[in-house]
């Protein structure tokens, strides 16, 4: 009988307590994502005259806390993918092959904490982040991240969206060589909380 009540009023307080985690107010578990444009995805080899410069598509998706309607940190994963224009870029060093134009993902990983100026609805917001850059090109085995930052700013036009500009930048190895990386991106979020 007591093991049937404490599993009663732990299912009860499971229930009440994610009935109002989405409340409408930022304060509390907040979840969400985006998508739109990286008009700018780069990468270029350390010592070298390699690199590259390309439009992608931009991801993110954020999970975390929001301990007032003002301010949120969050694990982030602010990312772009596009096809490589190098031709005949094809190596096999033991840690893969490299095809013809291979797709290439980069980008940042890391804690981000987002300031919102006014009350939901209709605010300009910031973004600091500080984390790990990664870049990982098709059919290359070897992906070894380094450190990364992530900054930005945007506007909530209604409650629980907002169009951001982000500019991540950091380091990436493939075991071989290092790389410098960086990418701005345009992108539309939906925020639950």
């Known amino acids: 009988m007591k093991r049937i009540v404490v599993s009663t009023v732990l299912c009860f307080l499971a229930l009440s307590l994610s009935a109002h985690a989405f409340d409408g107010n930022r304060k509390g578990f907040v979840i969400g994502g985006g998508l739109g444009l990286a008009p700018v995805s780069s990468w270029s080899l350390q010592n070298s005259p390699f690199d590259e410069n390309r439009a992608g598509i931009g991801l993110n998706l954020i999970i975390g806390y ?3 309607n003002h301010n949120m940190i969050v694990y ?23 095809e013809n134009k291979p797709n290439i993902g980069q980008g940042y990983n890391g804690a981000s904490w987002y300031h919102y100026f006014t009350e939901i609805g ?72």
């Open 122 to 193: 209709h605010s300009w917001f910031t973004v600091a982040g500080l984390g790990v850059y990664t870049m990982d090109v098709e059919n290359l085995n070897s992906n070894d991240p380094g450190p990364g930052i992530l900054l930005g700013g945007g506007y909530e036009f209604a409650p629980h969206y907002q169009i951001g500009l982000y500019l991540s930048a950091g380091s990436s190895s493939n075991g071989m060589s290092d790389y410098d990386n960086a990418h701005l991106s345009v992108l539309f979020t939906a925020i639950a909380f």
């Open 66 to 68: 929001a301990w007032d």
């Open 76 to 98: 982030e994963g602010n990312v772009v993918g596009y096809s490589s224009r190098f031709d005949g870029f094809r190596t096999n060093n033991g840690l893969g092959v490299i």
